[in-house]
């Protein structure tokens, strides 16, 4: 297959260029390296299967010849990034979506959507399966990511319904792995460099609000499950044609085009996590506390059981292999 | 003043272009007339305060000269609008909202943004404060115009936030008037048109939902009010600089920078409101009853203290009266 990644040079973006080239597909990563890095794909430039095309999304938008599918994972993704760049943020969750999606349906290609467990905000219900609407705040500081996401996917629910384009939607939770970045102010990366550098882990309130961390391998494989796997029904042929009088109560078995929980559902609060990491990494760094941010989600943990009657998914690598190699990588990064 | 109004033409914006000239302004009307109507504007035409442009504001957007204020008023906005123009509805919250920020940012022009109710979507609490995060299911296919608010709600405060710009963001409640569409689906403009034909009223569901409906002349009155109103501390200077960090539990006061509700707390049911049509149409039609649509909301009643904090704003007009004038209206419009 040809497949368009957008974000490409991004954490996820770069790891989902590698399965893709390593599974023998043709992939074409763009990225305006605002949050992306070159050395993320740096040892695929020159694979004859690898093209790397530097363009914002939210411009002009052209690839020539075929394309079979595009994955749309362009956005600044952690808080820090998406505070320092809220219209950005913005911009490629709406107008970026859309000339993707223009581009998709102009290539007759699959359109795999990133959005993300922020689309549940500071969710009411715990875990959250894909049919909980969420609690978000439009108008916090960091409601730009969040409603960019949500504007994403109904976004692309309408080229669905409306144009008959083949979508997936995933709805990524916290992730972690080799290729985050050492200051982009998550959880897990934040926390592995202060204890290999022997500074205070950083926890924001009390530390008991809940994460999930799903290793970045097993994240991958969820998505390249959903990008190939086949068609099923459309929404339009389990609902009336008009929608607008489809009953809320009515049994809607989930289909391929619908929204799917990706991300390990083992949860920890954050000061578990800290322990973890602290145990791993073999340092002596206390722990100190901080303010909680506004609107910092108290608990987040993935209902995956959609992930796993669609796909037969669930996440397999331990949490402590997967913290440990994440160490190693970051290990030998703040060497250099 | 030197004012443009983008959705001119349509039900609320043709009020406003009424409103402000005649109070003296100048009023550059903008529509791409996918639901507006040249007819709710003729009247308006020739005169020397009044400019029509037939615009997308979604696609190039410019005017002449300076401007002290832009508001945004162009969507589909009925349900029925929007569910047939699913893409248009998107683009404009979104792509116009965008557009037109920039437009309001070059000149200098305070912005005021036309939200809307819906961004509470089926609420969970009743009455609806400005504080409520709302409960919206982002991919139905009423999501779309749902989703849009949101997002052009998040990116007005970003603008605010980010460039300064001096913003305000009005949340209408249902509202009625002259000049609504005989066709649009509307609860009270179909229950008239129904009523003076003499057709059963068409109520979805068991019509136990409520609604709350504003007479459009106090509506105009609070959104004039609200784009009149002086600048006092923004966003930024009631938190800290750096957003993040603000307590969600801090007292904060709200702002005329902040959104405000303007619709009437007066809370009916919609069988209330068909008996009442039929009453003062004096109507011998029965009441139909058809399936709910899909997440259609349960309760919607604007909790108004912020309006009336700020702007001294409550609605004036006895609904009686406001009805009968609205009857009078489709009365003439059906006889043509």
Redesign the interface.
């Known amino acids: 297959m040809r497949i368009v990644i957008t974000g490409g040079a991004g954490f996820l973006g770069s790891h989902l260029c590698d399965a893709l080239v390593q599974a023998g597909h043709s992939v074409i990563c763009m990225d305006n390296l605002l949050t992306g890095r070159m050395e993320n794909i740096s040892h695929l430039l020159g694979h004859e299967e690898f093209i790397f095309l530097r363009y914002n999304v939210c411009d002009y938008l052209h690839v020539d010849g075929p394309l079979d599918a595009i994955m749309h994972f362009a956005s600044p993704a952690s808080?820090q990034d998406y505070?320092e760049f809220?219209?950005a943020t913005?911009?490629v969750?709406?107008?970026g979506t859309?000339k993707v999606l223009g581009l998709a349906r102009a290539k007759g290609a699959r359109f795999l959507l990133a959005s993300t467990s922020e689309?549940y905000?500071d969710p009411l219900v715990n875990p959250q399966p894909e049919a909980y609407?969420?609690?978000?705040?439009?108008?916090s500081?960091?409601?730009?990511y969040d409603?960019?996401k949500?504007?994403a996917?109904?976004?692309t629910?309408?080229?669905h319904?409306?144009h008959g384009l083949d979508t997936r939607?995933v709805r990524i939770f916290n992730t972690f792995g080799p290729r985050m970045r050492a200051k982009d102010g998550r959880v897990v990366s934040n926390f592995i460099v202060q204890a290999l550098q022997g500074k205070p882990l950083s926890v924001f309130g009390e530390g008991q609000q809940t994460r999930s961390f799903c290793y970045v391998d097993d994240l991958v494989r969820g998505i390249v499950g959903l990008l190939m796997v086949d068609s099923d029904k459309t929404i339009e042929e389990r609902t009336d044609k008009?929608?607008?009088?489809?009953?809320?109560n009515d049994q809607i078995v989930a289909s391929v085009h619908?929204?799917v929980n990706i991300g390990n559902p083992r949860e920890l609060t954050v000061i578990e996590i800290a322990k973890l990491i602290v145990k791993l990494t073999g340092s002596s760094s206390d722990i100190s506390y901080h303010?909680?941010?506004?609107?910092d989600p108290k608990v987040r943990r993935p209902d995956i059981s959609r992930a796993h009657a669609l796909l037969k998914w669930e996440p397999q690598v331990p949490l402590e292999d997967a913290l440990s190699r994440t160490i190693a990588y970051f290990r030998k990064t703040l060497s250099q």
């Open positions: 808080p505070l809220p219209i913005l911009k969750g709406a107008l859309h689309v905000g609407w969420g609690n978000v705040n439009p108008i500081p960091r409601g730009v409603e960019a949500r504007f996917e109904a976004m629910m309408a080229y319904r409306y939607i008009k929608f607008l009088y489809t009953r809320a619908d929204p303010p909680l941010p506004t609107d």
